[in-house]
């Protein structure tokens, strides 16, 4: 498939609940064959984005267009084209891994020998083939999230989403999950990947887009988003008192763009560590604070997203 082509173009999407605007004016597009993420905290209107671009909710306002077909005016188009792996399990857990796959895939029109093969092709895609007549209700998180990506393979789509598919599963199933995302973009297919981890973002998406209450505040390419904060360096420092007094003082050393804490711990985005944490030391010093940890945190996004929203991303 070629690059050149668009695969999802999101138009001002918006969706509110009585008072909670959950998202608010929405717009991206996605490139055939990429894998494009939407990074962000719980609550950041992630979901509710991918609900409305699978036509499971209708939008307020705004419109996309997947693979040409409109949300508002062809969801039977749209559903053509689109695998759905959703943020909780949907399966029948007393049935096997393969009885699942032949029940969606019946769900999907296939039939007889067609339907199968397929089921036999995507059980050694999601590396389940020697589990296949495995009850699923005995299969671990990790595994049972793997069938899940199955059932959305079965009928062969241009493009998926896959919303949070990793949360809750042991690091062994999770590198199976992140490698068989590779392997979808290698295979051609478009992949819509929601997440509210940096690190898998960063390691899987062609484009990112960061979301934050309801709204995209950046997006680009992991190279494009570092450098909004100037190739800051975020240091991360404990201290063995109240902060606020030397966090006042450290905002006016040189070097420091921004200071700010979570959960007890002060970070502090600077142009240079070299220079600037002795800085920091002496500045505590006279302060009578003693700094008792120090972490340093190359340019990555999460320190995008705290120079952005002056938090840190987190559950």
Known sequence: MSLNQVAIQVDNLKKTY???????????????????????????????????????????????????????????????????????????????????????????????????????????VIGLADRANGRVEKFSGGMKRRVNIGVALLHKPQVIYMDEPTVGIDPQSRRNILDSVVTLKQQGMTVLYTTHYMEEAEELSDHIAIMDHGKVIASGTREELVRL????????????TDAPRVMDAWRTVDGVSHVSIDEGRVSVMVEDSNLVLPRLFETATRCSTRITSVDIHEPNLEAVFLHLTGRALRD
């Open 18 to 124: 009585g008072d909670l605007k959950a998202v608010q004016g929405v717009s991206f597009d996605v490139q055939q064959g990429e894998i494009f993420s939407l990074l962000g905290p719980n609550g950041a209107g992630k979901t509710t984005t991918i609900s409305m671009l699978s036509t499971l909710l209708r939008p307020d306002d705004g419109d996309a267009q997947i693979m040409g077909h409109s949300i508002r005016q062809d969801a039977m188009g749209v559903k053509a084209v689109l695998g759905v792996v959703p943020q909780e399990i949907a399966l029948y857990e007393d049935l096997s891994a393969r009885e699942n796959l032949t029940f969606w895939g019946k769900m999907y029109g296939l039939r007889g020998s067609k339907l199968n093969q397929r089921v036999k092709e995507v059980l050694d």
């Open 229 to 240: 904060v100037g190739q800051r360096t975020r240091i991360d420092l404990t201290l063995n």
